[in-house]
């Protein structure tokens, strides 16, 4: 059964950080690409961050980019999101999913980001 598991969100005020952290059983974690997404309320999803196999090519959203970062550990099925200079528009429900972009699937029951003052 394959599992993820996102955790890490929390309150946080503007201009600061969070690390979202997922972990993922169930499939070999390592052969596959895996990415980010978010629902904001009242949005629909959108993906935030993708990561190939290898840990070595990442892609990101125009809105995130040079704030987000994307990695992953495939000795310990880990995948993470380390969140910078974070903005009220960044408070969503954060997905951990496999695979890349707009086909990526998630099996993950998210965790709430909030950023307010």
């Known amino acids: 059964e394959v599992q993820l598991q996102a955790s890490g969100g929390g309150l946080v005020q503007p201009g600061g950080s969070l690390r979202l952290s997922c972990v993922a059983s169930g499939f070999i974690f390592r052969n596959f690409d895996m990415s980010w997404a978010r629902q904001a309320p009242g949005k629909g999803p959108v993906w935030v961050a993708n990561i190939n196999r290898e840990g070595d090519r990442t892609q990101y959203q125009n809105f995130v980019q040079g704030r987000f970062t994307i990695s992953r550990d495939n000795a310990n099925n880990m995948l993470y999101l380390q969140m910078n200079n974070m903005t009220p528009e960044d408070t969503a429900v954060y997905y951990c999913?496999?695979?890349w972009g707009i086909g990526a699937q998630t099996w993950d029951q998210g965790t709430q980001v909030t950023v307010s003052s």
């Open positions: 999913a496999r695979g």
